[in-house]
């Protein structure tokens, strides 16, 4: 069978540059989809992107559909005929379904059948239906419609290409007739570009200078961004998204060095560059200590002869922007950050939780609690706590609400507040994302930590539980972020005491009945998903989970110990036999003897585990205590020999009421031992 390339490329007005990649994927994946439905093979697909264009480039597409059958069973015979031999509803129905008379239809076999070999169509008709539906399925929001026109799209389309090998495909989408001629870059290009054949697109469009592979744009952005840098002495700042967006905006992308003046830097660096990037899609330059140059990077989508003028006419833009937030800088500081706190009793946290004021009054109090019990500095934590939420009423923070935290660290330092505080008020808001940096002081993590306990337990205390994807208060995030900071830099919080403060924190603001637990329940729940990511099974976390403690350090190290133990040997056995032991004990009436008394054994066995537990017992208490699980774990390890033998030769449930309640102390006690780090008879 014969193959030919196949290109489309339809032409519009610029096109949002965030959502391109978004747009050609799918275009790629609808036409995919398409030629997969029709039969229709190929060797290679490739999708191109740019400002005012998506294209999709296949080769060695198939010219013709292979000839294909349907075979369709119908009603069995028995019902399709009545005693007289007439046909019932039952195979006219079947007859009207496949399109034809009932005489067409096989009646020989048990069942009626439909038999209809289809010939395959050729490409070139197929072709523009598979092009219009995945342009129809682009997962565009809000459509436009151009002119008096009725077709609607993204932006207004202006050509439309579409080849198989060197013919034109003959048809009409989007309003635009099919066609071979693209257009070039609007200054450096306007005419039309011919396109020869599906093979040459790339090459006819950069004669025309229009680099359609956004990849190659990206490239050439990154890498001469990077040598430019360098040139500067510094290290540009290029954000995956920014890369992406730049990339997008530009058909022939030329970066340019731009500066501005270096009164500028006295103004907190990351307001800077949060209007540089966001404003102007600029890559900002850092010198070798993380400082800001005063010097930025633009990529022009031009070649142009006097590239002065280019660079003078960004540095006039971008002159007003950092203009204002000098301004906002400079009004802020006229006042210390506390007063901002006035502002903030009139600032609505949530309408039964009070305002933004009360919430900070709060953490105050719970972030100089936390720092107590986690060796931090409690009078600098309820400070920070108390100046927390200043910055979010500055005009700094009003104008760049990326700056909140960051604006409250400058304010706080330019008011003398020690390091730590500063530090924490930027810290509070750690971490920002999955993976993302954690506080680095403990006065940092004290008030992180109050700021999210206090944000559960308010919200839980009035109801509003997350559902489903709905997490309008970033509980689950919130959760997440004070396990990690308590795990990853080893916090020994009891999560318990901590909630049942923040509880009483709020007064009757909140429902108190069962609302610590149902917080370190949502808080321990959210620890399930981590340990799975981690590809720690799940029964490990349950068996930690059994036990309920209080700390997250103390819960992570539990269940490292667990999946340690149970690389051991022995630890299938012990599971298993912890199980039974439990099975044993859940049925034993009224409460469990506690005391095992040596003059009811009548088997050498029993003394054998009653010592092997005396012994393993003193050794692992003082593990225990040190928090030594994995030790502690490995030590029970050697409880298997004895364990198995007293099962081979004693029976639990002896007739002597006094043996039998002996045994179960006995058993107890072994079952006590494990308990110390985990219920491992879930392993099981």
Known sequence: MSALDFLVELGTEELPPKALNTLAEAFLAGIDKGLQAAGLNYESKTVYAAPRRLAVLITALATQQPDRSINLDGPPRQAAFDAEGNPTQAALGFAKKCGVDLSEIDQSGPKLRYSQSIAGKATASLLP??????????????????????????????WLVMLL??????????????????????????????????????????????????????????????????????????????????????????????????????????????????????????????????????VANIESKDPQQIIAGNEKVVRPRLTDAEFFFKQDKKQKLEDFNQRLQNVVFQEKLGSVYDKAERVSRLAAYIAARIGGNASWAARAGLLSKCDLSTEMVGEFPEMQGVAGYYYALNDGEPEDVALALNEQY????????????????????????????????????????????????????????????????????????????????????????????????????????????????????ALKPGSALDFDQRVQAVQAFRKLPEAAALAAVNKRVSNLLSKVEGSVPTVVEAKYFDNANEFSLYSAIQQADQAVQPMAASRQYSESLARLAALREPVDAFFEAVMVNAEDAKVRANRYALLARLRGLFLGVADISLLG
């Not at 066609?179 to 599906?198: K, L, M, Q, T």
């Not at 592979?213 to 290290?235: C, H, P, V, W, Y």
């Not at 620890?527 to 799940?538: I, N």
Request: charged content about 25%.
């Open 430 to 545: 750690m971490p920002r994302g999955a993976g993302a940096e954690l506080p680095s002081t403990l006065t940092g993590a004290a008030v992180a930590i109050a700021d999210k306990l206090d944000t559960l337990v308010g919200i839980f205390g009035i109801g509003m539980l997350p559902t489903g994807s709905k997490d309008p208060y970033a509980l689950r995030r919130a959760a997440l972020g004070v396990l990690r900071i308590l795990i990853e830099k080893q916090l020994d919080l009891d999560l318990n005491d901590a909630v049942a403060f923040a509880v009483n924190a709020f007064g009757t603001k909140v429902k108190a009945a069962g609302l610590n637990d149902s917080v370190l329940e949502f808080i321990f729940d959210r620890l399930r998903a981590r340990y799975e990511d981690e590809g720690v099974d799940v029964a490990t976390y349950l068996s930690v989970r």
């Open 165 to 298: 090998g060197d013919q034109v495909i003959d048809c009409t989408i989007l309003a635009q007739k099919a066609g071979r001629d693209s257009r070039g870059h609007r200054f450096h290009h306007p005419e039309n570009v011919r396109i020869g054949s599906p093979s040459s697109y790339l090459a006819d469009l950069r004669a025309a200078y229009v680099l359609a592979d956004a990849n190659e744009r990206r490239e050439i952005i990154s890498k001469r961004t990077e040598e430019l840098a360098t040139r500067q002495e510094g290290t540009a700042i290029v954000p995956p998204a920014l890369l992406d967006e730049v990339t997008a905006l530009v058909e022939w992308p030329v970066p340019l060095v731009c500066s501005f003046e270096e009164r500028f830097l006295d103004v907190p660096q990351e307001a800077l560059i949060t209007t540089m990037q966001d404003n102007q899609k600029y890559f900002c330059l850092l010198d070798a200590d993380g400082k800001l140059l005063p010097r930025f990077i633009t």
């Open 129 to 158: 239906t598979i092009v219009e539906d995945s342009l129809n399925d682009l997962p565009i929001p809000k459509r436009m419609r151009w002119g008096a026109r009725k077709e609607e799209f993204v932006r207004p389309t202006q």
